[in-house]
């Protein structure tokens, strides 16, 4: 049997889910046992590294994959943020057909193999896995194509990706396309499914010798479950073999389409303490009467080595809320930062709230950068909103959670 890499980007092709609903679809992709995870390329370096700095301490078994472009710096700031991850990737990602290059990277055909031959070196210094994917490859000129592969593999990049991003092939037409091509690293299909052919596409190219298959739920890709589903049914014929867990894998599906689903528009209280509001919503800038009062934090982070020789990082958080005129102080552990921080403030007020959202609204630029966080709490079906900023986004997110304490407790003291 021929065993098949499974890549999932979900996490990549959704950007606008909330930092919460990222960390659940990771959750479930992991018990889904899927090979790989591909998070979004870093934008936002302070939010996008801080969810992947998340991610790498609570993805065990599968390989985190953060895109880079076509810069050194962007590598670098990459691998600074994935590093801890238990199995890190590095992925080059970069448009090849003639339009792409000039007129969206700015860059010349005959300038290309060097650039990439320049990242992927960088990328191979600094993580010991590294892909190359070729954006549009079915469009780019087939001599330049394999100029550049070769570029990309002998500069260090273990793997590539060959991907048909228009959904311009048939099935037969993508089998042609990657056996005329000459790669000695493994090859992962990524087909758009905008014809609804992306998945016959990737089965036709594993016959033609590719040893992977991209997916994604809410996006133009394969499904994770249309793909286990061949693998299910004609794996054995076609001496296919795959690590997905069969057993649960639909309900995973099912739970990550819920996660991917519009979110309901609530429209929050211009009153807080308003019972009868399914939103209750507030921020800092409300007038409502501080209950808990943040005096200070202190975050550790505890790297731990497992049998195998890998590092795990835990968090762990040291809290002191001003309740009632009376310091006090938590102290509890977590997966990352934020979780570590929250559960410390459970810790003091004795109580857990349903974290129902926590999203990183902005963050600024310049000397004085200040990142901006919105959490909710769900109590008894209500929903309780409370934002904060500050010059780090965990500041942030505490911040925003003490907000959203507080409206709780106005409500209580409000009946």
């Not at 092939?169 to 690293?185: G, Q, R, T």
């Not at 790297?303 to 002191?320: K, R």
């Not at 902005?362 to 950068?369: K, T």
Request: aromatic letters at 4%; hydrophobic letters at 40%; a negative charge.
């Amino acid at each position: 049997m021929k065993k098949i890499t499974v890549s999932d980007q979900t996490l990549r092709l959704n950007p606008s889910l909330s930092f919460k609903d990222k960390l659940e679809i990771a959750r479930e992709l992991g018990t889904a046992r899927v090979d790989v995870m591909e998070v979004q390329p870093i934008e936002d370096v302070k939010a996008d590294s801080l969810l992947i700095r998340t991610l790498s301490s609570m993805v065990a078994d599968s390989v985190l994959s953060v895109p880079v472009g076509l810069s050194v710096s962007e590598a670098e700031t990459a691998w600074e943020a994935v590093k801890d991850a238990a199995k890190p990737r590095l992925c080059v990602c970069v448009p090849l057909s003639p339009a792409t290059m000039e007129y969206v990277c700015g860059v010349k055909p005959a300038k290309m193999p060097e650039l990439v031959a320049s990242v992927v070196s960088r990328c191979a210094e600094l993580c010991p896995d590294v892909e190359f994917s070729a954006l549009d490859a079915t469009r780019a000129e087939p001599a330049f194509l394999q100029t550049i592969l070769d570029r990309a593999v002998s500069s260090g990049a273990g793997s590539v990706s060959l991907c048909d991003s228009a959904g311009i092939m048939l099935p037969d037409e993508f089998a042609a396309f990657i056996a005329s091509l000459s790669v000695n690293v493994p090859v992962s299909a990524e087909c758009s499914d905008e014809l609804g052919l992306g998945a016959a596409c990737a089965f036709a190219a594993l016959g033609a010798g590719a040893a992977g298959i991209k997916t994604a739920a809410g996006a133009s890709l394969p499904s994770l479950d249309t793909v286990a589903a061949v693998f299910r049914t004609r794996g054995d014929r076609l001496g296919y073999d795959c690590s997905l867990d069969m057993t649960v894998l639909n309900r995973s599906v099912k739970n990550i389409h819920t996660l991917l689903a519009p979110a309901k528009s609530m429209l929050p209280s211009s009153s807080p303490h308003s019972a009868s509001e399914t939103d209750a919503g507030g921020d800092e800038d409300t007038p409502v009467p501080s209950t808990y009062k943040l005096k200070s934090y202190v975050i550790n982070i505890i790297t731990n080595i497992s049998a195998d020789g890998a590092d795990h990082n835990d968090a762990v958080a040291s809290v002191v809320i001003e309740q009632d005129g009376e310091d006090r102080r938590g102290l509890s552990g977590g997966n990352g930062p934020i979780d570590a921080a929250f559960s410390a403030i459970d810790q003091i007020i004795g109580r857990h709230y349903e974290l129902d959202d926590f999203r990183i609204k902005s963050v600024d630029e310049g000397r004085e950068a200040a990142g901006s966080a919105l959490v909710k709490l769900r109590e008894r079906g209500t929903l309780y909103t409370g934002s904060g900023r500050s010059s780090d986004i965990v500041g942030a997110g505490i911040r925003a959670y003490l907000a959203a304490l507080n409206n709780i407790a106005w409500e209580e003291r409000s009946k």
